[in-house]
């Protein structure tokens, strides 16, 4: 018996707990704080306790199990100070399937503490239910679905020049248009400001006491203010106390010239929320986007003086769409965009890797026009459109190659060995105890229990393997699911495409794979191989009557490159 049983319980009293996160809202209002609150006090009361005491946490993910209101919960009842806990459902108590299994299995149990789980139907009193465990496995894999899903809407719109982050000080959110930032003007002065004193050559400090003085709030007061986000519950400095670390941030925001940087930080996973900053290249730089509050002159003057100037990929500063986007057929690097010195117009990608180092990494050039790729990526797009309006149930067949049906069937099937792993594991626990008696008994020698002992855990070791196995089948399973749907309706916006835009590319290409031209039935032909976002590449039946591109340019003296089909090898 654990140590806390030794401590009297208070039977009578019932833990209430509720949680809200902002992935919740897409559950409807049930799930509101008010309306947990309401369903628990009156199933509590039903079952007998008169002594209620609510915990909850807002806007907290269940990922985590560090919420302030969950954990003063179970310190309580650590102190023997309640004996019932009542949530709306498991996922409540947390979406952590290690760490919710621990409580439901092991503390709960232990401590003779009661676990009513309302709309899962559980009851710890009634005894152990079986599907608890796959109820909690479900609600971690909600989790890591809901965050594949946002972060491929993020690429998408992060690609396509759509700010991701809020606006940083100086900026709001126009009224019209929630992902255009207008200037906010008085905002703006403040910025405008700290800029002309810093070239005025004071210090961060200096500048940071200046504003305090002149009772100015700090970016985060103002905001609160504005009614831009929620007010904070502890203030740990008062709303004109600037520092430092602000003014640094803000005489470094390139946003401030009129510009949008996405994926400037980034996430390991989905439990782990800390975000660690990005590396430059693998930012996206939109220029111009929005008004400027300080010109690019003033910026990179004011960059020098505190030492961090930059450096751009290319000495013209021009971003092509197709940046980032090609990949050599040969090794697998990137294709660096250039252009011809003495005839500025021709415009062209080539292997990084070429040439380059002892071993030559890349042999060839795979050398491609921008002019070519578009043409190339525009007509494949465009028959892509047409197999997807003309032949419809065809074309979601060959991007799903599964229905709803075939997921449902593959969760049951999962579910159905899930159980029977998880009973074999307790079959394999009860085993273990019976061993250890009939040991220290003496029925058992030593040896034999050893070897026993030895097979039993290497069989858990093996269950635990499977169990993750299956739950990353089933996580492949629903993205490729979520993503399939989510690229046919995008697919379906380009029907009467006539011009490339960066939009479109990256809405709906992943990568494109360059191969070396080579000489085909005595012309020069090159392969270009188009992976689509979620699909790959996709091949179009070729009993369709939807003909191949035919693809010809004139590049220079007077050599002409045909395209030949975008299938993958």
């Not at 209002?29 to 306790?49: C, D, H, R």
């Not at 899903?149 to 940083?168: D, E, T």
Request: a positive charge.
């Amino acid at each position: 018996m654990s140590w806390l049983n030794k401590k009297k319980i208070h039977s009578d009293i019932a833990f209430l707990y509720e949680r809200l996160s902002r992935d919740d809202d897409l559950e409807g209002e049930s799930y509101s704080i008010a309306n947990q609150k309401k369903l628990l006090t009156k199933v509590a009361k039903e079952k007998g306790y008169t002594h209620i005491v609510h915990f909850f946490d807002d806007g907290i993910s269940g990922v985590t199990m560090n919420r302030p209101k969950f954990n003063e919960m179970i310190e309580q009842l650590k102190l023997g100070k309640g004996g019932a806990v009542f949530v709306k459902d498991l996922s409540r108590l947390g979406r952590n399937y290690i760490e919710v299994g621990r409580l439901i299995e092991e503390f709960f149990p232990e401590n003779g503490i009661r676990l009513v789980a309302v709309s899962d139907g559980i009851d710890s009193f009634e005894g152990e239910s079986e599907f608890a465990p796959i109820k909690n496995l479900f609600n971690e894999w909600y989790s890591r679905d809901i965050s594949k899903k946002r972060r491929l809407s993020n690429k998408v719109k992060g690609s396509s020049g759509v700010p991701l982050g809020a606006p940083p000080y100086g900026y709001k959110r126009d009224d019209k248009d929630p992902n255009h930032w207008v200037v906010d003007e008085e905002a703006a002065r403040v910025v405008k400001m700290i800029d002309t004193l810093t070239l005025s050559g004071y210090g961060t400090e200096q500048i940071a006491s200046i504003l305090s003085e002149k009772m100015l709030l700090t970016p985060t007061a103002y905001a609160v203010e504005k009614g831009y986000k929620k007010p904070l519950k502890q203030h740990t400095a008062g709303p004109y106390s600037w520092n430092s670390t602000t003014i640094i941030k803000i005489l470094s925001l390139q946003e401030y010239c009129g510009d949008v940087i996405n994926f400037k930080t980034y996430s390991i996973s989905y439990k782990n929320k800390k975000r660690i900053r990005n590396d430059p290249e693998d930012m996206m730089v939109f220029e111009n986007v929005h008004e400027p509050i300080r010109d690019r002159a003033t910026f990179e003057r004011i960059q020098e003086m505190r030492g961090k100037t930059r450096r751009r990929k290319m000495s013209n500063g021009e971003h092509n769409m197709f940046s980032g986007l090609l990949v050599c057929s040969d090794c697998g690097g990137k294709l660096g965009y250039h252009f011809n010195q003495q005839n500025p117009s021709i415009k062209y990608f080539n292997c990084q890797n070429y040439n380059k180092g002892k071993q030559k990494k890349c042999k060839s050039t795979h050398y491609v026009r921008v002019d070519f790729l578009e043409q190339v990526v525009l007509s494949e797009i465009r028959r892509l459109t047409r197999f997807a309006c003309k032949y419809e149930d065809e074309f979601t067949r060959a991007v799903t190659a599964y229905s709803k049906e075939v997921l449902e069937s593959h969760k049951k099937t999962c579910c159905g060995e899930l159980n029977a792993l998880i009973s074999r594991n307790k079959e394999i626990d009860r085993l273990f105890e019976r061993m250890y008696e009939d040991n220290v008994s003496g029925k058992i020698s030593d040896e034999r229990f050893g070897k026993l002992s030895a097979k039993y855990e290497s069989e858990q070791r093996s269950i635990a393997e499977r169990v993750e196995q299956l739950k990353k089948a089933y996580d492949e399973m629903s993205e490729k699911a979520g993503q399939a749907d989510f690229f046919i309706s995008a697919v379906k916006k380009y029907t009467r495409v006539k011009k490339l835009t960066p939009l479109m590319l990256n809405e709906l290409v992943e990568k494109i794979e360059v191969h070396q031209t080579e000489i085909v039935d005595g012309k020069r032909t090159q392969k270009i191989v188009i992976y689509y976002n979620c699909i790959g590449a996709i091949s179009i039946p070729d009993d369709l009557p939807i003909p191949n591109a035919e693809i010809t340019l004139d590049t220079r003296q007077g050599v002409q490159v045909s395209y030949t089909s975008s299938k993958a090898s």
